[in-house]
């Protein structure tokens, strides 16, 4: 194929850098490549320096190890000194083996009315081309979605993700994807019969933009508790320029299974900046629901468990001991830094002392162990205030739940049906009313219209409200373990 113009110098140049990448745009047709634009700018304009950037920020990365397979992700667009680091949290752990990205993203510069797909033949970085997918032209000839040239010439949101994937992947192919002013939902069922065990969603999106430090971090907590517990509804007070490319990914998500885990969350007054006028950045990963309940019933370790009890034990005498300290984990465990829900218990001479949990996975296990013990000694309204001398008659169990599966039936008997007693906790909720029985409560309540019943009652409602289609059941299992186990 004869290529033609001022493009000429450009691709012999990135094919000696990436021959497959430029054999299948070649294919293509005289596309022209993207050109990239913010090189030198937002990242390093030269290959090595770039290359050696991405891998710094990779090895010295924080947040939460993700242990099942990444299928989509949100991450931030800024430039690298600020947000590199929260990216490569998340880009380090995606699969290597991925060979389509599909990449969502706002239009910062241009008005951009509905969706566009760039009629181009590859993106540039430094580290070479990167060739689009079949897919976007197939994308291409949805009603809704057009090819608006000007909206991605100067784009940061994509291009600026590129480098990592470039850099962790194999060998893959992109559909860059601008929204605005669209229909998110419309288009997350446009692309989910496309998206497979071979393909990555991205979301570019950076979070609250100039506030001060502490107000910026209430905002973004809003946002990413919004997106981990797919709460579409609370995404209107999410302050994102990536917002509607990150409602997307949510509706994605809820048709495919997918559940959000927060890896990582900074703002440029943690990075490079002051904290007066601060913009926060969060990476999210999304795995498949199914597949995080299998790894979570593998369960803890004896040693992981002695830990979290230790932990919660030492919540509560810091509360009432003078000089006691908290014992937070010195294990490096991955698991305790993963989102779950928890519930700690206390127990006085076999009688329940407290309890508390939360039932939502929206904070690390161990933060979720150390608020909640607190909770139970203390703020559970049914008891009094635990008092020091109370601690030698008290024992503490703690409950780690899977995510909670919403369960779809047509009257009391198919919800029946459904439950499975001894291992499913249940939650009812109907308008403001809410409540939730643990897996242990049935040894208490063994027959399900008795356990169902009183549910409803704990929760202010009618005690024939569960045999309502219209309120909602959810369930969770629970992994249940407490000091006397392990003496």
Not at 81 to 94: K, L, M, N
Not at 106 to 112: D, E, I, Q, Y
Not at 328 to 342: D, I, K, N, T
């Amino acid at each position: 194929m004869m290529i033609k113009g001022a493009w000429t110098v450009f691709w012999v140049v990135s094919c000696v850098v990436s021959m497959g990448q430029c054999l299948r745009a070649a294919q293509k047709g005289a596309q022209p490549p993207r050109p990239a634009t913010v090189a030198g700018v937002f990242y390093p304009g030269d290959r090595d320096t770039l290359e050696r950037t991405v891998r710094n920020l990779m090895d010295r990365a924080e947040g939460v190890q993700v242990k099942t397979k990444i299928r989509a992700l949100i991450a931030p667009h800024a430039g690298y000194v600020y947000s590199g680091g929260v990216a490569a949290a998340v880009y380090r752990q995606i699969d290597p083996e991925t060979r389509t990205v599909i990449l969502l993203g706002p239009s910062h510069r241009v008005p951009l009315q509905g969706v566009s797909i760039p009629s181009v033949s590859v993106y540039q970085t430094p580290l070479g081309p990167v060739s689009l997918s079949d897919l976007a032209d197939k994308l291409r000839q949805h009603p809704g979605i057009a090819s608006v040239a000007e909206a991605h010439e100067k784009e940061h949101a994509i291009e600026v993700q590129l480098p990592f994937l470039q850099v962790v992947l194999k060998d893959f192919q992109i559909v860059p994807i601008l929204i605005h002013d669209a229909d998110p939902e419309t288009l997350a069922s446009i692309l989910a019969p496309y998206v497979d065990d071979g393909t990555l969603v991205v979301a570019s999106s950076d979070l609250s933009h100039y506030h001060s430090y502490n107000t910026a971090v209430s905002l973004d907590r809003i946002c990413t508790d919004a997106v981990v517990g797919g709460r579409l509804s609370d995404m209107t007070q999410c302050e994102a320029c990536g917002k509607e490319a990150m409602v997307t990914l949510m509706h994605l998500a809820e048709k495919k299974g997918w559940r959000g885990i927060l890896v990582d969350y900074k703002n440029s007054g943690d990075t490079a900046g002051n904290t007066d006028r601060v913009v926060g950045y969060a990476s999210i990963a999304f795995v498949d629901e199914k597949e995080t309940a299998n790894e979570m019933r593998k369960g803890l370790s004896d040693e992981e468990k002695g830990a979290l009890l230790r932990l919660a034990r030492s919540a509560v005498e810091a509360r009432l001991v003078p000089g006691a300290k908290i014992e937070r984990p010195q294990m490096s465990s991955p698991v305790f830094l993963e989102e779950r829900g928890c519930f700690v218990t206390l127990h006085k001479r076999g009688q329940l002392r407290g309890c508390i949990g939360t039932i939502e996975p929206v904070s690390a296990l161990v933060s979720c162990v150390e608020e909640n013990a607190q909770n139970a000694a203390f703020r559970d309204p049914r008891f009094p205030s635990l008092a020091e001398e109370e601690l030698s008659d008290i024992d503490i169990e703690i409950s780690i739940l899977t995510v909670p599966e919403k369960i779809r039936f047509k009257d009391g008997e198919d919800l029946k049906r459904q439950l499975d007693p001894l291992n499913h906790g249940v939650i009812l909720s109907r308008g403001a009313y809410r409540s939730t029985f643990l897996p242990q409560v049935w040894e208490q309540l063994p027959e399900k219209e008795q356990f169902l019943e009183h549910l409803c009652r704990k929760g202010g409602m009618s005690p024939e409200a569960w045999k309502d289609p219209k309120t909602e059941v959810r369930v969770y299992r629970a992994e249940v373990f407490g000091e006397q186990d392990l003496r």
